[in-house]
């Protein structure tokens, strides 16, 4: 039998992670940019922007598939592995079956500039830790896989590609990407630059490379 | 500010970053959670904040969001707790120092799982180190604990 918790001020449920109701300030701007102003090179140098994020570490360590086991890859880690101790996040994608996510990477109450900068110890940001919908799954997916299941209703949330960029400027453990202390290496480039690149390669028409 | 711990309530005065395994056992006594590595990879600081295990050494004065159990209010010597009880039936423990983290955290997740599977209970329990190398013994009273609570 698994039950329903609650962690702090988050529910925390199998099939549902309600926590993304909290409300957060967007730091960054949305930028738009016309449908047609971006040429399909531009478009795809943009796209190569986003996977050079998405495929970082930083990113594609808890954007794991079906295993829901989050990976030790990048840098800092030397060999590439599975997260150790034998954690799984579970169905839940948060850990509620063994291990919760948030017994390690506890849920700051407030931010904090020197809570991740000891090597070794767990992040911690202001929002429960979790990995990213198993329908994101980007570890080891070459660009051409990610780019068509970006803009895929099916796997993105049922979000326009201007709600993914928002959404990416509204989740707190996204944004530790860019400054994740201790010895990590940071996701490339900026998250404004991101959004940006997301934002000109819509209005390329979202090109995806080929295989 | 105030704590509540095994249902008592503290005032302490502590910086906002104090980890609450320092506050648990420095300002309050309460030692029976235990410092092992104190970057949770190890498990012995293993206490509850409203019920769900979490690693103390983790947790920053600041960050105390819920009540706090310790092995000590888990259960009492006249009234053990279904984890203890199994603990002291299979005598898990050999030197003991990681026992309270093992049992916080077993209690923690037979709380949302009353009927493990043994690969269940390896994915629940290999954060907590033990190197005595109980883990036959913490998994089989884990079983027993599950069935006891499932029949209480």
Sequence with gaps: MIKVFTFGSCLLAITNLACGAQTLTAENKLNEFPAGSVTLEQGLASWQIFYEVASHPRCSNCHVGSSNRPMWSGPSYGKTRPHGMNIKADESRIGVESVP????????????????????????????????????????????????????????????????????????????????????????????????ALMKWSAAGTPCPSE | MQITVNGNQHEIDVEDDMPLLWILRDELGITGPKYGCGIAQCGACTVHVEGIAVRSCQVRAADIDGEITTIEGLGQP??????????????????????????????????????????EIDSAMSSNLCRCGTYPRIRKAVKTAAENLRSA
């Design chain 2, 78 to 119: 006249d009234a053990l707790h279904a984890v203890q009880s199994a603990w002291v039936e299979h005598q898990v423990a050999q030197c003991g120092y990681c026992q309270s983290g093992q049992i916080m955290q077993a209690a923690s997740f037979l709380d949302q799982n009353d009927d493990p599977s043994d690969e």
């Design chain 1, 101 to 196: 996510c948030a017994t390690c990477h506890v849920t700051l109450l407030q931010p904090s500039e020197n809570a991740n900068t000891m090597p070794h110890t767990p992040p911690r940001v202001t929002a429960p830790w979790a990995l990213a919908p198993v329908e994101a799954e980007w570890f080891g997916k070459s660009s051409s896989f990610i780019c068509n299941q970006l803009k895929d209703p099916e796997r993105n949330g049922n979000r326009t590609i201007a709600d993914v960029a928002s959404h990416l400027d509204h989740d707190r453990v996204l944004q530790w990407a860019w400054n994740p202390g201790g010895n990590r290496q940071s996701a490339p480039y900026s998250l404004q630059m991101v959004m940006d």
